[in-house]
């Protein structure tokens, strides 16, 4: 008799520290799943199960918290960038006033 052949071969065995990495990189570090999955080598329905299971958010969700946060954070340093161009522009325009005011002094 012949042996018989697999099609496929099992799924291979991941070790917790290995899944909790996977995790961390989509929930903490904030990376797309997809990223994850595909540096690792891992099937991205194999990552969702894993973020499922440690009770994260779903990839989807945490990808659309993560770019929320990105875009607040750009938001963030855009406002703070633009208040200090507005206080260089106040400074400027209080110098004019004063240099105005001590040349229309009789």
Request: contains cysteine.
């Amino acid at each position: 008799m012949t042996a018989k052949t697999r099609k496929h071969a099992a799924p291979p065995r991941y070790d917790e520290a290995f899944k909790a990495g996977a995790v961390r990189m989509v929930t903490v570090q904030g990376r797309p799943s997809r990223e994850v999955a595909a540096e690792l080598g891992i099937c991205i329905d194999t990552l969702r199960s894993w973020l499922r299971n440690a009770g994260a958010p779903s990839p989807g969700q945490a990808d659309r918290q993560n770019r929320d946060a990105k875009r607040l954070r750009e938001l963030e340093a855009e406002n703070r960038a633009l208040r200090k161009r507005i206080e260089e522009k106040d400074e400027v325009i209080d110098v004019l006033k004063k240099s105005v005011g001590i040349l229309s002094k009789p």
